[in-house]
């Protein structure tokens, strides 16, 4: 499984980017993870493979939107109304194996394969 994220930027508070993960192989479950300097790296958004059953940490609810287009194996983390706070390196990350339940937000000890981060900058 090879991931490889892609469309981070610098952007005002209250614009919006989105980030792409483009995802080689087969995968079970998706997400999107971030870490600001200084802390630790913690899950925003996960979504199953095959689209569905997707989770939003409470800090991102209403203004982050995971998605999944099955066709290109893309998965997209749209994400309005930027504040400071939401810069960091964006990650996205994968694992393969069938889970009966996930945690939400994401745990980054459940993800086996990880892509390389991309950016995101949020200032006036």
């Known amino acids: 499984v090879q991931l490889q994220a892609s469309g981070g930027g610098v952007v005002q508070p209250g614009g919006s980017l989105r980030l792409s993960c483009a995802v080689s192989g087969n995968t079970y479950r998706i997400a999107w993870f971030r870490e600001a300097p200084g802390r630790e790296r913690e899950g925003v958004s996960s979504?199953?493979?095959?689209?569905?059953?997707?989770c939003h940490a409470d800090s991102v609810k209403d203004r982050f939107t995971i998605s999944k287009d099955t066709i290109k194996n893309m998965v997209y983390l749209e994400m309005n109304n930027l504040k400071p706070e939401d810069t960091a390196v964006y990650y996205c990350?994968?694992?393969?194996?069938?889970?009966?339940?996930?945690?939400?937000?994401?745990?980054?000890?459940?993800?086996?394969?990880w892509g390389q981060g991309t950016q995101v900058t949020v200032s006036s």
């Open positions: 990350a994968a694992w393969t194996g069938f889970k009966s339940d996930y945690n939400c937000p994401p745990r980054k000890d459940e993800f086996e394969y």
């Open positions: 979504i199953l493979g095959r689209g569905g059953l997707i």
